[in-house]
């Protein structure tokens, strides 16, 4: 089985581009969260989505961010016109419906210069 | 809001010394509890995890225990090896709205020498 998947790994943009990152839950997972880790510091939740609804975005910038899991597919978050302090690792989460656990991909790493 | 506190690292050990990584946390109502390992690279693993009250958690020699009266769960291990450098990081679910978010501390950077 393989586990929480996320492309590009490495991404680079400049001042004022679109970002857009993915992520592929592991089979059989439906619910998907998004975190962000500033350079020092533990990971901020984004959002929490299930196929097709987004369930809680109360971690989300209100501009310029936004995030999908559609009905097939990976589930993406995009940045438009990312900004320098946009900067930052962004993890993909996956659990079943009913537990605690969430399995974390590798992350993608984005940097705005 | 609910929040998670860490000890400050980074912490350096030499091989086979005892490991204690506080952590305290701020919650309403009764979190489960966390801790995940983020090797160098490399997303987060969970470590171990606790869901009530004098619960332990144990995995690959690490334990902590829940304990609701000192709102803790730190991080124990009795010999620690090179291996075990990374970052760990303490966490409590929070379920606002419906959705099991996790609640993360600053994490601990641990580096064990030869």
Not at chain 1, 38 to 65: H, T, W
Not at chain 2, 47 to 73: M, Q, V
């Amino acid at each position: 089985n393989a586990g929480v998947m996320q492309n590009p790994r490495h991404l680079v943009r400049r001042r004022g581009q679109e970002a857009r990152l993915r992520c592929s839950p592991m089979k059989g997972h439906s619910h998907v969260y998004w975190y962000r880790q500033l350079p020092e510091e533990g990971l901020k939740f984004m959002v929490y989505l299930q196929k097709e609804n987004i369930i809680d975005e109360s971690g989300m910038p209100k501009e310029r961010f936004s995030a999908e899991f559609p009905k097939e597919g990976p589930s993406i978050l995009r940045i438009q016109q990312v900004v320098r302090g946009d900067s930052a690792a962004y993890f993909c989460a996956s659990s079943p419906s009913s537990t605690y656990e969430q399995y974390f991909g590798p992350g993608t790493r984005l940097t705005v210069t | 809001g609910n929040s998670v506190t860490q000890m400050e690292g980074p912490v350096t050990l030499s091989e086979e010394a005892f490991l204690t990584i506080n952590c305290t946390y701020t919650a309403t109502g009764y979190p489960s509890l966390f801790w995940y390992v983020q090797y160098p690279g490399e997303g987060l693993q969970l470590l171990l995890k606790a869901t009530k009250a004098d619960d332990k958690g144990s995995n690959k020699g690490f334990e902590a225990t829940y304990r609701k009266e000192t709102t803790s769960f730190h991080l124990e291990k009795g010999s620690v090896q090179v291996s075990d450098s990374a970052v760990y990081f303490c966490a409590l679910s929070d379920r606002g709205q419906g959705a099991q978010k996790l609640v993360f501390g600053q994490g601990t950077r641990l580096t064990i020498n030869p």
